[in-house]
Structure formats: structure tokens, C-alpha cells
């Protein structure tokens, strides 16, 4: 079965739809009032992963938008060779400047993701839950005043934990989800957090392939193998009754392990929420594989394609003797085309 998104006709266009600020009424776009540019982007290295920014025009005469009371949902919407709608992102609009030009208003409006609702917000007493406790009850607990809802998710915390008053809530909330076993927090297109499993990059499907023989877009791979980790401490993380644990993981089977270079590279310690030295080695492993994918990275630009943060994509070129899998941490999107252009950054999948 072809591939729509890879065809070199692929045309769509652009929605933008505003909500109210509980995202369950859609508010009337004003007439004549457009989008003339602006990207989306995403970042697993950002405490909030999506954001972005628009620039909107206004003809004579018409009103600005309030955007304090709005939210705004992007969609790219294919027209041809088929008819798909893809939601892209639903985001807190906000904007501190406006230009003028022979009567026409020119504003620039940052985009933020709706997980900076929780970076925004502070514990106003100490907040705790013990070992055991139901993740998925204490995060709707934790956000039952936020217009923010809560994607489905299973477990419970392996260890109590303690924070202390004027932690953000989102520091809270990645605790919980760590807790659980799944990756920090994301908006969802729809703009839910988002809870995803924790997996590694190898354990994933391939979404799609990249075969770059004679591509027209560019391309770079960086390989920077100097002062790769193949080692790395994780400490027990705990409610601060208990004494905390240790484990080391040391590399031995990788390009990079001490036998093959002849010395030790330490990673930076990190803490993990364990309720056994299993679960903590575990955790580590999974760390240090993570760090070392860093080492071989991937940019390249590609029109639209459905995939996102995590997901792994196989990149070949048979003339640079390249078949590799990569894993997705960064991308931008392009809102000018008619046919989004993405600039996406990778790191190989360590195996």
C-alpha cells in the first residue's frame, strides 16, 4: 500500500480553531483576520515539551482577539491524494506586542504548550502520597481545578514522597509519572496531559522509513563518539524514612565500554524512584543507553509525516552505506506551506 504522506503531489491546508479556555466550545474566527506565518515546535529537553508562535493579521477596523481567553487548536488537514485530519497541537495563545502598517495590524503570538499550566502553579502546603498509592486517582486529585484532563494510566507509587510547598506542580506530576513508570509529562494534541509507558528506543516499531537515495531535502549525520558515558550511579529516591540505595551500571557490550577504550566515563548520577534494587538497575540501564544514543544524531527536513516525540524511524542511504534506526527528541513544523515542512532532530537507537 503506497505511503500518502510521500507522494510528491501531497497538498493539505491549515485550521485554526479557537476554544474557550475549558477547550469544550469552539469560539467563531473573525472575518478577514488570518494566519500569515508562524512554526510549531517540540522538545523532549524542555520541562514543557510543545510550543510555538504565530503571526496574525488584522485588516482596518477589526477588533484585536483576547487572547487571556482563548486557547487555539492547529490542525493540518491533507486534501490530496487523500482526505486525513491531523491535530497537531492545542495551545495557551499569548501575545505582548502589536505593529501597525498603513492601517493593518501585524501580531506576533507566542504559543505555549498546556502542560505550562503546571509549571505556572506551586504547591501551597506540603504535599504527599504514600507508597502504594493510585497514581492515576492522586493526579486528577492533584489537577481537579485545572482545566487540564488526564489521559488513562495504571500503577502506583513504588515509594512515598514528600514535596515540600512552592514545588511547581509539574515537578510533582513527572515525580508521579516516573513513579509509574512512564515518561514526563506532554500535552496531547487534543491538549490532555499526555502519560506514555516508559519503553526504550529499541523496544519500539519502526513508524517510518527514510530512504534518502537521491533526496531532495537535506540531510546531516553527526557522529561524536569523545567522552561517551559507560557508567553511571542511580540513587534510590525515597520519602526520606528509608535509607536510600545505590546501584551501578557498567557498560560492557558497546562500542564504548572501558575494555574496548581503557577507561571508565561517568554519567551523571541520577535519582530514580524504586521500590527494589531491580527496579533501580533497571532504571539505570535504561539511562545510560539513553545517554550513549546521543552520540550519532540525525537532522533532516521532511514534508509531513505522522510521527512524534519517541517514536523510531529507520534512515537509509546506500550511498553513505547507512541503515540505521533513529529515535525522535526534536521538531519543528512550518505553518507557511501548504504542505508542512518538518525539521526533525534524532539520536540513534542504541541496540
Known amino acids: 500500500m503506497n505511503n500518502p504522506y510521500t507522494g510528491p503531489a501531497v497538498t493539505g491546508k491549515w485550521r485554526f480553531q479557537l476554544l474557550t479556555p475549558d477547550l469544550s466550545t469552539e469560539v467563531p474566527w473573525p472575518e478577514n483576520v488570518g494566519v500569515t506565518g508562524g512554526n510549531l515546535d517540540w522538545a523532549l529537553g524542555r520541562a514543557v515539551k510543545d510550543g510555538g508562535k504565530l503571526t496574525v493579521q488584522y485588516p482596518p477596523g477589526v477588533p484585536g482577539l483576547d487572547w487571556t481567553q482563548l486557547r487555539i487548536r492547529i490542525s493540518w488537514d491533507m486534501t490530496y491524494p487523500q482526505q486525513i485530519q491531523h491535530t497537531l497541537g492545542t495551545y495557551i495563545p499569548a501575545s505582548a506586542e502589536t505593529t501597525y502598517h498603513n492601517g493593518t ?16 502553579q506551586r504547591l501551597l502546603q506540603t504535599f504527599s502520597v504514600e507508597k502504594g498509592a493510585n497514581i492515576e486517582a492522586t493526579l ?20 512515598g514522597k514528600v514535596w515540600d510547598a512552592g ?15 512512564y ?16 519503553d526504550t528506543p529499541a523496544q519500539r516499531p519502526i513508524k517510518h522509513t527514510f530512504n534518502t537515495d537521491g533526496y531532495s531535502r537535506g540531510w546531516k549525520l553527526k557522529n561524536d563518539s569523545w567522552a561517551v558515558p559507560n557508567r553511571l550511579v542511580a540513587k534510590q529516591r525515597t520519602d526520606h524514612t528509608e535509607t536510600p540505595g545505590a546501584a551501578v551500571v557498567v557498560d560492557t557490550t558497546s562500542p564504548y565500554a572501558k575494555d574496548r577504550i581503557g577507561y571508565f566515563v561517568d554519567a551523571e548520577p541520577i535519582e530514580v524512584q524504586a521500590s527494589n534494587m531491580a527496579e ?5 540501564i535504561r539511562r545510560l ?15 509531513y509525516i505522522p510521527i512524534t516525540m519517541h517514536d523510531v524511524v529507520r534512515f537509509i542511504n546506500k550511498p553513505a552505506n547507512i541503515d540505521e534506526l533513529f529515535s525522535l527528541v526534536s521538531y519543528k513544523i512550518n505553518l507557511s506551506d501548504s504542505t508542512p515542512l518538518v525539521s526533525g532532530h534524532f539520536w540513534k537507537v542504541a541496540q
Open 105 to 120: 495590524r501585524i501580531q506576533p503570538v507566542s504559543l505555549h504548550g498546556m502542560t505550562s499550566l503546571l509549571a505556572q
Open 140 to 159: 486528577k486529585g492533584l489537577l481537579v481545578d485545572m482545566p487540564l484532563g488526564v489521559q488513562p494510566l495504571t500503577g502506583v507509587m513504588p515509594a
Open 167 to 181: 514545588t511547581t506542580l509539574l515537578e510533582v506530576v513527572n515525580d508521579l509519572l516516573d513513579g509509574g513508570g
Open 183 to 198: 515518561f514526563a509529562a506532554h500535552s496531547t494534541p487534543e491538549g490532555v496531559l499526555g502519560c506514555r509507558p516508559y
Open 280 to 284: 533501580l538497575r533497571a532504571a539505570a
Open 289 to 303: 543507553r539513553s545517554i550513549q544514543g546521543k552520540t550519532t544524531t540525525l537532522d533532516i527536513d521532511y514534508g
